[in-house]
């Protein structure tokens, strides 16, 4: 059975993308259709300059009060724990582009999903900076990628054309924003959605609907 191909636009430091990624990959493991699954580069924020604690990044960009940013971590830190991820609010975000040029190159060597694994699930348990090189350098080497290659990349700006180019083919398939999933480079699926529902998506898919 040819797989079916699920290309997925995120952003390392995107709660939502966390989930949703999460159910994603359980809809595909959970079916007998093989999956081939594609993790784009996305930034909800390219123009973050200093890394920022999450609450008050929440604060600033929604204009909420301390209260209202704190629920809405507590609602989708219920939705990760309930998909068995690791989730705190005592985490900084910061820029991820670096992070996205380091996930590119592992992906060469096809290292791209675990190391981007490795520094997300860190991101969110509070214990990968991604503002920090040799926090990011650690992660990778934890997912098995070289960790001169990883210094060199991250020195440079290697890939940052790669990242460029999966930005810009989310803007032509009118992404808005993330988690935006394409399965069988037909079927959209805006946002974070149950993992019965990916299942049901990849399963017309693969019966050719």
């Known amino acids: 059975m040819t797989a079916v191909r699920?290309?997925?636009?995120a952003d390392i430091v995107c709660p939502w993308c966390y989930v949703?990624?999460?159910?994603?990959?359980?809809?595909a493991e959970q079916g007998d259709v093989p999956v081939e699954m594609v993790v784009h580069a996305f930034e909800l924020d390219p123009s973050q300059s200093?890394?920022?604690?999450v609450l008050g990044m929440l604060t600033?960009?929604?204009?909420?009060?301390l209260e209202q940013a704190q629920q809405m971590e507590d609602r989708v830190a219920g939705l990760a724990r309930a998909e068995g991820l690791p989730y705190t609010t005592d985490r900084v975000t910061s820029n991820t582009f670096d992070?996205?040029?380091?996930?590119?190159a592992a992906a060469e060597s096809g290292l791209g999903l675990?190391?981007?694994?490795?520094?997300?699930?860190?991101?969110?348990?509070?214990?990968?900076?991604?503002s920090s090189h040799a926090s990011l350098i650690d992660a990778a080497a934890s997912a098995g990628l070289d960790r001169d290659l990883a210094a060199r990349v991250l020195d440079g700006e290697d890939y940052a054309a790669a990242v460029l180019a999966d930005e810009a083919q989310a803007r032509e398939l009118g992404a808005t924003g993330v988690p935006f999933t394409v399965v069988?480079?037909?079927l959209a699926i805006p946002g974070a959605v149950e993992t019965d529902q990916y299942a049901q998506v990849i399963a017309r898919v693969a019966a050719g609907e």
């Not at 699920?6 to 636009?9: E, F, K, S, T």
């Not at 200093?50 to 604690?53: F, R, T, V």
């Open 6 to 9: 699920i290309d997925i636009w």
């Open 20 to 27: 949703g990624e999460a159910r994603l990959r359980a809809a």
């Open 50 to 53: 200093e890394p920022e604690q």
């Open 60 to 65: 600033r960009k929604y204009g909420v009060p």
């Open 99 to 104: 992070a996205h040029r380091l996930i590119a």
């Open 114 to 130: 675990a190391v981007r694994e490795a520094i997300q699930r860190g991101h969110f348990a509070g214990e990968v900076d991604i």
């Open 184 to 186: 069988g480079g037909r």
